[in-house]
């Protein structure tokens, strides 16, 4: 890449994809899968073998939109035909997520989506059900497989920041929860839905938090749902501060609008853009920088997008991990389940309040 340093331009931002790519069978027809999973898998190659959704509309639209060629009527024909051969994309409400693991074959492969049930103690009876019928089933922890969180990753696994100590997420965005029917039925929004994907990939950076101080807040544009805005502090003890400030109703832009992340470290940090978050109906491209070794910030370009890219190479290394093309299933059910019980205990600190000053 002409001007960037080498060491930048050889940061990972990619994940390879499986050398016989397994037929997928999609569970599930919602917006998500038109707007995330069927691009990626076509942007990528990986071969969708049918869909199945209990309104068969949606299924045939999305079929006709993505050549996809065949839409199975039933659910039990949707599993048989994908078999322990196929693998399974559960694009699935919480709710639903365990009775239909229950219906999966022995020995299947699954892609579940998150989150991995309403609450911990479900993501626990899930990860059991998974386990007991020797399905290897990874979360759609997309974030992990960013471009920018691949290089991100790299850079920190190299050395390039030295100790990481400081990790700060920061939004101030306006997110249009209308499009999604299902959110006023919830017992909690901002944290299962959005801060998720930002506590699986600070788990995934830093390990596990010793604790977690939360605050989620509603809006008044929101009345129906239960919070819209949250502060969060992960507790690293003494050598970390890791923060969120996540507002999702500032509606004022595109002044001040603002989505970063920063990664600091005692050699070196990176500053993130989310581009994607910026204008949710019309995204603009990430932009990441990075400076280390006391050289000057320098842009790193960036050779995918979130949208598509990371559905794909989430999708990608679970197939190569069940076919033992990759050692590690980054997503695993197991490690999601920790990031479940992190929003659980996130909702408990919000219930519970921070410590009350004396009068």
Same mark, same amino acid.
């Given at each position: ?13 990619s ?21 995330g999973h ?14 199945f ?16 060629s ?5 659910l ?22 365990l ?15 998150? %989150?991995?049930? +309403?609450?911990? $103690?479900? =993501? /626990? ?6 386990? #007991?019928?020797?399905?290897?089933? !990874? ?31 920061h939004?101030?965005v ?9 959110i ?35 809006? %008044?544009?929101? +009345?129906?749902? $239960?919070? =819209? /805005? ?6 690293? #003890?003494?050598?970390?501060?890791? !923060? ?6 500032y ?18 940090a ?58 590690r299933?980054?997503?695993d059910?197991?490690?999601s ?23």
């Amino acid at each position: 890449m002409n001007g960037v340093p080498e060491t930048l331009a050889a940061l990972r931002q990619s994940w390879p994809m499986p050398s016989r790519p397994r037929p997928i069978t999609i569970i599930g027809c919602g917006g998500i899968v038109r707007d995330g999973h069927l691009p990626a898998y076509r942007k990528m190659d990986l071969p969708v073998a049918g869909i199945f959704d209990v309104n068969p509309e949606t299924a045939n639209a999305l079929a006709r939109d993505f050549g996809v060629s065949v839409v199975h009527s039933t659910l039990d024909e949707a599993i048989a035909a994908c078999g322990t051969e196929g693998v399974f994309d559960l694009a699935l409400p919480p709710a639903v997520l365990l009775e239909t693991v229950r219906r999966l074959p022995e020995g299947a492969t699954a892609l579940m989506q998150k %989150p991995l049930g +309403p609450n911990g $103690a479900a =993501a /626990r009876e899930i990860v059991a059900a998974l386990d #007991e019928r020797n399905i290897t089933a !990874a979360t759609n922890f997309q974030l992990r497989f960013t471009p920018s969180m691949l290089a991100i990753e790299d850079a920190v696994r190299k050395g390039l920041f030295g100790e990481v100590v400081d990790v700060d997420v920061h939004l101030a965005v306006y997110m249009p929860w209308e499009l999604w029917s299902f959110i006023p039925r919830m017992h909690a929004v901002e944290l299962p839905l959005h801060s998720i994907h930002y506590l699986d990939w600070i788990r995934g950076l830093l390990g596990e938090p010793a604790s977690i101080y939360a605050k989620a807040v509603k809006h %008044p544009r929101y +009345p129906d749902l $239960a919070d =819209a /805005r949250s502060s969060i502090i992960l507790d690293y #003890e003494d050598r970390v501060r890791c !923060a969120l400030s996540l507002n999702h109703t500032y509606n004022y832009g595109p002044h001040h609008v603002e989505a970063t992340i920063r990664v600091e470290g005692t050699k070196g940090a990176a500053h993130l853009t989310v581009g994607y978050l910026i204008d949710y109906v019309r995204p603009v491209p990430e932009r990441l920088e990075i400076c280390h070794a006391g050289q000057d910030w320098a842009e790193l370009p960036l050779t995918g997008e979130r949208v598509p890219d990371s559905f794909a190479y989430v999708m990608a290394n679970l197939q190569r991990f069940a076919g033992c093309e990759d050692a590690r299933l980054i997503t695993d059910v197991h490690d999601s389940m920790r990031t479940m019980f992190l929003v659980d205990a996130g909702l408990q600190s919000s219930r519970q309040g921070g410590v009350i000053p004396e009068n």
